[in-house]
């Protein structure tokens, strides 16, 4: 997230900007404890005080993340981090974007294209889905000169003909 930071910008602007964030689930890990969930809450804070607080402690955690709106579940509705290395796959249903992990689905607010270019794990393997090459244990080949990737959930996506030879170039380059 960009911390906004215009000059003459009043606290209460600066709060109605943030006020998306304020209800939002964060990790906090104590030593090397196990972690829990937070809310923040600003309240009797001055702009520069909050704006700190935004580029010490949450930009450097959202850099390699995504927010997402957990699917199902407990936690249903809410907003939540996920980490690039815990997403299996990306797939576009629709005009929505779903990123996929062990254990959960989420919808997030970014475009397909967009995603290919996030992180250096991340390729395009179909019309409709990313894969976090991380996430893939095995690949076999498939009818008509397509590919079967089998993730390390146990999930199988397949490689078109489209994407193969991209696929294959990328995992020769990596």
Same mark, same amino acid.
């Given at each position: 997230?960009?911390?906004?930071?215009?000059?003459?910008?009043?606290?209460?602007?600066?709060?109605?900007?943030?006020?998306?964030?304020?209800k939002v689930p964060?990790?906090?890990?104590?030593?090397?404890?196990? /972690?829990?969930?937070?809310? $923040?809450?600003?309240t009797n804070y @001055?702009? =520069?005080?909050?704006?700190?607080? &935004? %580029?010490?402690?949450?930009?450097?955690?959202?850099?390699?993340?995504?927010?997402?709106?957990?699917?199902?579940?407990?936690?249903?509705?809410?907003?939540?981090?996920?980490?690039?290395?815990?997403?299996?796959?990306?797939?576009?249903?629709?005009?929505?974007?779903?990123?996929?992990?062990? /254990?959960?689905?989420?919808? $997030?607010?970014?475009?397909?294209? @967009?995603? =290919?270019?996030?992180?250096?794990? &991340? %390729?395009?393997?179909?019309?409709?889905?990313?894969?976090?090459?991380?996430?893939?244990?095995?690949?076999?080949?498939?009818?008509?000169?397509?590919?079967?990737?089998?993730?390390?959930?146990?999930?199988?996506?397949?490689?078109?003909?489209?994407?193969?030879?991209?696929?294959?170039?990328?995992?020769?380059?990596?």
């Amino acid at each position: 997230m960009r911390v906004i930071s215009e000059v003459g910008e009043s606290i209460s602007r600066l709060k109605r900007k943030l006020i998306n964030w304020e209800k939002v689930p964060l990790d906090v890990r104590i030593g090397e404890g196990e /972690s829990h969930q937070a809310t $923040i809450r600003f309240t009797n804070y @001055e702009q =520069e005080e909050i704006e700190q607080f &935004f %580029i010490t402690y949450i930009n450097p955690s959202v850099k390699n993340a995504f927010l997402g709106v957990q699917l199902s579940g407990i936690n249903k509705d809410v907003l939540k981090k996920i980490y690039y290395k815990d997403i299996l796959y990306f797939e576009a249903l629709g005009d929505r974007l779903y990123a996929y992990t062990r /254990s959960d689905a989420y919808l $997030i607010k970014h475009k397909l294209y @967009e995603i =290919e270019d996030v992180h250096s794990s &991340f %390729i395009r393997i179909n019309k409709s889905m990313v894969v976090n090459i991380l996430a893939v244990d095995k690949i076999s080949p498939s009818l008509n000169s397509k590919l079967t990737l089998w993730l390390t959930d146990g999930q199988d996506l397949e490689v078109s003909r489209k994407y193969r030879k991209e696929f294959l170039k990328y995992l020769e380059e990596t």
